[in-house]
Nanobody, 121 residues
Framework: QVQVMESGGGSVQAGGSLRLSCAPS????????MGWFRQTPGLEREGVAR????????YYTNSVKGRFTISTDNAKNTVYLQMNSLKPEDTAMYYC??????????????WGQGTQVTVSS
């Protein structure tokens, strides 16, 4: 059974940093491409960052390039999102998911509870 637990969110001031963690169960991170997404009320969920560990390839949406870094720890079966220089517009609920490589499409039809990030100006 696929499940995902996101953690690490919180409230920070603009310019601050947070590191989000994602620990899936039911599948192995190193065998999948993984993505981080975010959603604010009333808007569609958007892809933020994804990683293809097998090809050592990462992709970021333009709004977070140079500020966010996605990585994995295969020993812990965990995916991270290091977020630096946070801006108020980064405020959202953040989710992680296995994705089809080179795509934002979910590999498994499952979303975790997410972790809330709030950035104040």
């Amino acid at each position: 059974q696929v499940q995902v637990m996101e953690s690490g969110g919180g409230s920070v001031q603009a310019g601050g940093s947070l590191r989000l963690s994602c620990a899936p169960s039911g599948y192995i991170v190193r065998n999948h491409c993984m993505g981080w997404f975010r959603q604010t009320p009333g808007l569609e969920r958007e892809g933020v960052a994804r990683i293809n560990t097998a090809r050592d390839y990462t992709y970021y949406t333009n709004s977070v390039k140079g500020r966010f870094t996605i990585s994995t720890d295969n020993a812990k079966n965990t995916v991270y999102l290091q977020m630096n220089s946070l801006k108020p517009e980064d405020t959202a609920m953040y989710y992680c998911a296995a994705v089809w490589c080179d795509s934002w499409r979910q590999f498994y039809n499952y979303w975790g509870q997410g972790t809330q990030v709030t950035v104040s100006s």
